[in-house]
């Protein structure tokens, strides 16, 4: 059962206050620790609730130690001001009844789920406990699917585009998200099968580095029980075509984030690889997915545009159950 946010009594649980924050629980007790920012205490002494009041100290003080002012001076200030000595950017509240957020702090996140608003803040801290909290949490709480789509890829855009307008500044949160959404698609990936005959193959074109996408759909094949063969980046096309007749696959996935390395010819010699004995050979659907490929005339290639639509198409190849 989802914790409360809110109770008539007044105020917000600490766990309700991390999430919105992006800060990891274990923080906010060490900030009330050893600078005085913490909750309102109830009467009867055990439920501590965090009061308007409490919550606009405590932006104030994410705001300030993520510009880089020392924690202690940080709280002293959030504390002698009461979010008042500078201007607070954080958005006030949820819209009602949606979920979703129209604000994200230092970064342009736009209308997106809740938790997209305190990811970005704790990725922009570069606090890594808060940042592997909330992806984990996200998960749990939407599975992997709907928080890759919802969660992971709103906040990595909204720091892709930060990144682009600003130089190289925030290249240093990008390399960190991206790490911990890795980190958190792989632990939520089972154990790779058994060989088996006609796995998935999971693999970015030459020159593509991007590889997050095609870890999430691995993990999500994973969870359906489609046994898989990850490739990773910049496949060169002798391996990928070497790859292909050795494990005869029942489907390859090539992705491409950007047009230039989306190459049509490259998809037609996959789809034209065969293996098996003349009279019954075999040949693998490919699947075209990411950006790269759109505008491109592929026909009989499926050209999935999300992660669930990826997946329901990949388990209809491999013939698993559909999520």
Known sequence: MAEPTQESAGGLTTGAVARRLGVAPTTLRSWDRRYGIGPAVRADGRHRRWTPRDV????????L?????????AARTAREGTGEAVPSTAAPARAAGTGRSHAAGTLPLGDVRQECRGLARA??????????????????????????QEVMVPTLHAVGRKWASSGDRYVEVEHLLSWHVSTVLRRHTPASAAPVAGPVVL???PGEQHTLPLEALNAGLGQLGVPTRMFGAAVPV????????????????????????????????IAAAQWGVKGARRQPVVVLAGPGWAGR??????????????????????????P
Do not use: I, K, N, Y
């Open 56 to 63: 606009a100290v405590l932006e104030t003080m994410c705001r």
């Open 65 to 73: 130690t993520a510009a880089g002012m020392p924690p202690a001076e």
């Open 123 to 148: 990725a922009v801290r570069l606090d890594a406990p808060a940042v592997e909290d909330l992806l984990a949490a996200a998960v749990a709480e939407h599975g992997l699917t709907v928080a890759w």
């Open 203 to 205: 693999a970015c074109v």
């Open 238 to 269: 002798e391996a990928l075509t070497a790859a292909v007749r050795r494990l005869g696959p029942a489907a390859v996935v090539l992705w491409a984030q950007a047009r230039s390395s989306a190459s049509v010819p490259l998809a037609r010699h």
């Open 297 to 322: 005339s592929t026909p009989g290639m499926p050209r999935p545009t999300s992660l669930r639509e990826a997946l329901d198409t990949l388990a209809g190849a491999f013939g698993a159950d559909r």
